[in-house]
């Protein structure tokens, strides 16, 4: 586990666009920070930056006292998970949580171990030989965290991961991947644009705002929830 510091941050794109300005803050170890703002204030960009997905521009990102600025993705001991779950569609559960640790070249019998231990925490054990088409919209989501999960990452990076769920389950998965959160004490990083989800969710709230120029941040706050 490590707290995560981003110094300074800024992004544009190769047509010019500033997407995030000159960004600092930091998440503590283990704390669950929700990032919101209106749609094209650089949630996704910052996200990404975080990821390795995408270079920066200016400043740096540090994961503990490490600069992980020119990491690659694979180098920085993060963890993704997308609003559209991204699992295969033709690799069992297991097989779905077994495959990056598999791309690690890990034993077979530690895969297994970690594999099950983190099934156990999702309530996935019953569905380990099934496909992601045979599960409920539920189910896939907790494969997707399983999948992020399973190795230990020292952070989480979220990207809307219940906006495509209906509303009855998207609550339900908000105290579920809160208390996920608490059990495994990942520093997390989580975006939204539901208000709600950010109040009820986040330890604090980062608050983006459109770029309006290169030099002004467009972090407009970072505050506790009342
Ligand atoms: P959000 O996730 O908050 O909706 P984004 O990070 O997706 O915001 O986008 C921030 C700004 O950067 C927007 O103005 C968007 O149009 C722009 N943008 C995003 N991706 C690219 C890209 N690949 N090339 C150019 N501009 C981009
Ligand atoms: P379901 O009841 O969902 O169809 P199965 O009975 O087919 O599930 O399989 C469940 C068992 O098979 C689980 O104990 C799971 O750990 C194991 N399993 C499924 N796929 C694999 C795999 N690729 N490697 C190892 N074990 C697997």
Redesign the pocket.
């Known amino acids: 586990m490590a707290s995560m510091t981003f110094d300074g941050v800024g992004k544009t794109y190769p047509d010019g666009t500033v997407a995030v300005a000159n960004v600092s803050f930091a998440i503590a170890d283990g704390e669950f920070v929700v990032l919101v703002g209106p749609s094209g204030c650089g949630k996704s960009t910052l996200l990404r930056m975080a990821a390795g997905l995408e270079t920066l521009n200016s400043g740096r990102l540090l994961m503990g006292d490490n600069d992980v600025t020119e990491n690659d993705p694979q180098d920085r001991d993060i963890a993704m998970v997308f609003q559209n779950y991204a699992l295969y569609p033709h690799m069992?559960v297991?097989?779905n949580m077994?495959f990056g640790l598999q791309q690690r070249k890990m034993p077979k019998q530690e895969i297994?171990k970690l594999v099950?231990v983190a099934a156990e925490m999702l309530d996935l054990?019953?569905?380990?030989?099934?496909k992601p088409g045979a599960l409920s919209g539920g189910q896939r989501q907790r494969v997707a965290m399983g999948r992020a999960i399973v190795r230990h990452p020292m952070a989480f990076l979220m990207d809307e991961p219940l906006s495509n769920l209906d509303a009855k389950l998207r609550v339900q998965m908000r105290g579920e991947l809160k208390l996920l959160n608490q059990r495994l004490g990942v520093t997390t990083l989580y975006v939204t644009h539901d208000q709600v989800e950010a109040m009820t969710m986040g330890d604090r709230v980062a608050v983006l705002k459109p770029v309006r120029n290169g030099l002004e941040s467009n972090l407009q706050q970072l505050d506790t929830p009342q």
């Open positions: 069992t297991y097989e077994a297994d099950r054990t019953r569905h380990l030989g099934r």
